[in-house]
Each structure stands twice: as structure tokens, then as C-alpha cells.
């Protein structure tokens, strides 16, 4: 069965200090990668995904995620945090030749202190 | 630019009603879909479409049912709203390409409704 754990429900960090957002998953196919962000009361937006080619993935705003097999992780990094990026932050996982289903972690809430 | 647009921001209903809540994409996307959203629990299928007039349960398909008369147009209907029900829902739309499941999802601004 296929699961996706995101390992904080908040993530507290200092304008100008690096993000990590922690996601594993467990998939028994190859697995597609999905990182969304939903800012307070705005619809969810594609920050990234993974679909098998570059196991180092960049997205918009800076962000950027590592597909590690062997670690079974997608966790989702920004070199400086910048006010804006406050928001809550999903990891997804689908495996491909799937149908349309998209497998939501729990989210985690990203907060940036001044 | 991408467009899923929801009927209403936020919605108040009692115990007993029938609601309908509209989802309507301008992207002729193939795929729509009905999410909740509930604190802690992520977002939780309830049914998607992936043709005019075609239906699949998601995960959580109970006191729920869904419409699709035309390809823009996806309705989420709460026969009998239960307190329950009180959530956020979310509609979005994909496109279907020969990697279905690798489809960006669009989403709409979202549905909080509540049921008293």
C-alpha cells in the first residue's frame, strides 16, 4: 500500500535561515512525487514534482526537493526563507501507470519568524 | 492563465439540507476531482471523473454523490448534510496524458462549509 509521512506538523525557522520540510513515503511502484503549498485562505499550487527523470527537482519561489530511493524521501529545501513563504506545505505521492489518485501527507505549517 | 473556479467561498447550511457545490474548469480538462480538507488529515478523495458523465468513488464516497453533464462542469451534492460534513472542499481539474497519474492538479480557491 502506498503511504507519504511528512515528519513535522510545524516547522518554525528564521527569516534568511534555510527550510527543511521532511517527507518520506512508501510506495511498492515507481513512484511520481508532488510538493503543494496553500497559503492562508488561497487554493493549493504545484510547487514541484517528480516523475523519474533528475532525482533533484526545482520548483518556483526557490524551492527545490531530492527523490532518494534509497532513503524512500522527497524532503523539500530553500537555501533562506523569506516571509512569504509562510504557508502550509503537502507532500503527494502516485506511482505511475496508476490511475488518478494522488496519496495527501498530513501537511506541515511553515512559520517565519522576523 | 489556469482557471478552477468554486461557487462559493463559504457556506452555511443546517442539518437535513441538500447542497450542491460547483466546480467549473476553462482548462478542457479530461480529469476533476472533489477533495476535504480536514486539519491533520490532508486532503481525502471523495470522487473524481475522468469523462463527461463518468464517475469513480475516491476514498471517503459516503453521504456524497457527484454530476457530470458537461466536460467543464463538476457538481459535489450532500444528500442529507450532517454536522460531520462541516469542512473545507476542494475541487481540481487535470488533464489526461498518457502518465495520468503524473498530471499536475489544479485547484480551485476552495468551499468552507458549514453544517449546524
Known amino acids: 500500500a502506498q503511504s507519504v509521512t511528512q515528519l513535522d506538523s510545524h516547522v518554525s525557522v528564521s527569516e534568511g535561515t534555510p527550510v527543511l520540510l521532511r517527507c518520506n513515503y512508501s510506495s511498492s511502484y515507481s513512484p511520481s512525487l508532488f510538493w503543494y503549498v496553500q497559503h492562508p485562505n488561497k487554493g493549493l499550487q504545484l510547487l514541484l514534482k517528480y516523475t523519474s527523470a533528475a532525482t533533484l527537482v526545482k520548483g518556483i519561489n526557490g524551492f527545490e526537493a531530492e527523490f532518494k530511493k534509497s532513503e524512500t524521501s522527497f524532503h523539500l529545501t530553500k537555501p533562506s526563507a523569506h516571509m512569504s513563504d509562510a504557508a502550509e506545505y503537502f507532500c503527494?505521492?502516485?506511482?505511475?501507470?496508476?490511475?488518478?489518485?494522488?496519496?495527501w501527507g498530513a501537511g506541515t505549517k511553515l512559520i517565519i519568524k522576523p | 492563465d489556469v482557471k478552477v473556479t468554486q461557487s462559493s467561498r463559504y457556506l452555511v447550511k443546517r442539518t437535513g439540507e441538500k447542497v450542491f457545490l460547483e466546480c467549473v474548469q476553462d482548462?478542457?480538462?479530461?480529469?476533476m476531482f472533489w477533495y476535504r480538507q480536514d486539519p491533520g488529515l490532508g486532503l481525502r478523495l471523495i470522487y473524481f471523473?475522468?469523462?463527461?458523465?463518468?464517475?469513480e468513488k475516491g476514498d471517503i464516497p459516503e453521504g456524497y454523490s457527484v454530476s457530470r453533464e458537461k466536460k467543464e462542469r463538476f457538481s459535489l451534492i450532500l444528500e442529507s448534510a450532517s454536522t460531520n460534513q462541516t469542512s473545507m472542499y476542494l475541487c481540481?481539474?487535470?488533464?489526461?496524458?498518457?502518465?495520468?497519474?503524473?498530471?499536475?492538479?489544479?485547484f480551485g480557491p476552495g468551499t468552507r462549509l458549514t453544517v449546524l
Open positions: 503527494v505521492v502516485t506511482f505511475r501507470g496508476g490511475n488518478y489518485q494522488l496519496i
Open positions: 471523473s475522468y469523462d463527461v458523465k463518468m464517475k
Open positions: 481540481a481539474s487535470s488533464s489526461r496524458t498518457s502518465g495520468a497519474s503524473t498530471d499536475t492538479q489544479y
Open positions: 482548462m478542457d480538462h479530461e480529469n
